[in-house]
């Protein structure tokens, strides 16, 4: 997908303090990772603070990456879910309290799946009506357990091969296609079970 | 075509080939016994099905694009030199225009609860102290709330701040080590907010500093997973990676003191 000479040769130039090759980098990869931590976390606010940190980590240790070792991509990748992880256990703490917390949240994220379904009455288009599905589909993800969502995201979002995403989350590649079908098939489940309930 | 009618497929061999299945590149005769184990096995037909229907969900989610400024604001806290010309005026003016006023109605909803632990004389005692040298902290260090241009002012941001700290407060508030553990943040937080060095990358010394400090470890070599407890945090020598998210501790707790 990356031209791996010319990827290279614009890290050797952030390295050697070309703020324009950083620029680049920065403009082509943010929205991969945006899109990674969005579909991840869940929310955009979380996604953009996310993101920020992921640029930051790479842009300190971008020094360390080593194209014979793979794709700059992958490297990428491994480091937004490294940090994907660290947020996810800091934030574990924050969802124990919310959860004890009686005053409900303000995010419709809060609602079970079939009420924000039935909020929905009558989409006016095709338009409006995909994303809802889209939304509703997003909603579910953030149900699956962080294992079955990241590797789901990684295949069948971000097109990422077995291989790849097997070298992202060190697992090997027989266990990273279990996770895939284990989350395609609870996240069928989930939206089944909801639109059953509506319909 | 050898041997069309022998079935001798095991679950865990569908379930190995399930996903090849699914992206098409089971072929012959491997492809015959997949299918014909999903027509007979109770267990695999099922999970085939929602396997499928699972990945035609996930096509309906489409790219989005990431909010004007994005790149800016990345640009901003990494090289440092984007900041003026490029950062884009729509994030830190929402921030900075009346952030105290939409702080001020939001903690007014949230923060009675909080705030009646914090009456208690002991506590205040405590707190009191910690925010002391917590001022002097900042302000030995030079952290002006101009400075604070990343930090994230929205309430979400806020409220995750709010009941992080909350916990750790109830946990070492009667601790002098929460005092040294705002110490470190602070020292975190300068170290965050301020643009990365230009050029520090290329700096072999500044290199190895770092190959020993072990929050700077190269990623591949952590092993991480999600369930990893991770309840023991270790205070002034926690080393807290780079957090924007933390940011907002100082400004909110700073702002406490005032209301
Ligand atoms: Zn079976």
Redo the contacts with the bound molecule.
Sequence with gaps: MEDVQVVAMLVRRCISGDAAAWEEIVRTYNRRIYNICYRFAGSGDDAQDLTQEVFIKMYRTLSTYDSSKGAFSTWVTTITRNLLVDHFRKTKQDRLTDSIDSTASEHEDALPLSEQIQDQSAPPDAHVRSREVSQTVHSALGKLSPELREAVILRDLQDMDYREIAAVLKVPEGTVKSRINRGRAELARLLQRTYRQVM | MPEPTSNGMQ?NE?DALLADAIDGVLSGAQLDRFQA?ART?A??GPLLADAEAGRSWMKELSQIEPPVGLVESILASTTGIASDRLLSPVRPSQAQVSWLERSRAWLASTIDPFWATVRQPRFAMSFGMAFFTLSVALSVAGVKPTDLRQVSLRPSAIRRTYYSTHARVVRYYDNIRFVYELQARVRELKRDVSPVQPGSDKAPAKEKERKNDTTQEPEQKQERNYSQTENAVVLASAPLGPSVNDLPVVSVTTYRRLV
Excluded: G, N, Q
């Design positions: 679950c569908f184990h096995c267990a695999c």
